[in-house]
T-cell receptor, first 109, second 116 residues
């Protein structure tokens, strides 16, 4: 299973764009990249998933370079309610999902 | 994606007693569910993989006789913490693989267990 590396923490201010990068050098051909958000005392919530290039949905964008060894989650115009831990996971539907340390994002007013 | 219901959301029990946590897949037949444990300020740690109709697969270091997992149907997996001790106090979360991988894994809302 591909291991992921993310910054432990990030700070931002309301209204700014936040980019969180995840490294996954050993990603396999069949692996997808999925990002989750977790608030305290809640289960993780799916944000976005991609395989290559760029994916965008109503809450975020995911940028994946051609070599797929990293990915960047982009949150546009963050608000205080985006303060959470963000996890990058790599795998296919046949694997259990193992979490890395995640990135603790703090959005300040 | 799948809809997952986890119950109870919190529970307090006395040392030495057992506690059962339920994880239900409401709209999807889940042959596989996963159980995680999360301590404060830490990431989720995979405890075991629950397979419908067969024995669960436990991660190294997780006591299978202490954390009993039953996955008797395609919509229900249970985790029973037996002879609970204060060090078992944690946040327990289940997850289900979504109908298609386009939605990744869906997680339950978690169960906060406090052993006193």
């Amino acid at each position: 299973l591909a291991k992921t590396t993310q910054p432990i923490s990030m700070d931002s201010y309301e209204g700014q764009e936040v980019n969180i990068t995840c490294s996954h050098n050993n990603i396999a051909t069949n692996d997808y990249i999925t990002w989750y958000q977790q608030f305290p005392s809640q289960g993780p919530r799916f944000i976005i998933q991609g395989y290559k290039t760029k994916v965008t949905n109503e809450v975020a964008s995911l940028f994946i370079p051609a070599d797929r060894k990293s990915s960047t989650l982009s949150l546009p115009r963050v608000s205080l309610s985006d303060t959470a831990v963000y996890y990058c996971l790599v795998g296919d539907n046949n694997n259990d999902m193992r979490f890395g340390a995640g990135t603790r994002l703090t959005v300040k007013p | 994606g799948a809809v997952v219901s986890q119950h109870p959301s919190w529970v307090i029990c006395k040392s030495g007693t057992s506690v059962k946590i339920e994880c239900r897949s409401l709209d999807f037949q889940a042959t596989t569910m996963f159980w995680y444990r999360q301590f404060p300020k830490q990431s989720l740690m995979l405890m075991a993989t629950s397979n419908e109709g067969s024995k669960a697969t436990y991660e190294q270091g997780v006591e299978k006789d202490k954390f009993l997992i039953n996955h008797a149907s395609l919509t229900l997996s249970t985790l029973t913490v037996t002879s609970a001790h204060p060090e078992d106090s944690s946040f327990y979360i289940c997850s289900v693989i979504g109908r298609t991988f386009n939605y990744g894994y869906t997680f339950g809302s978690g169960t906060r267990l406090t052993v006193v």
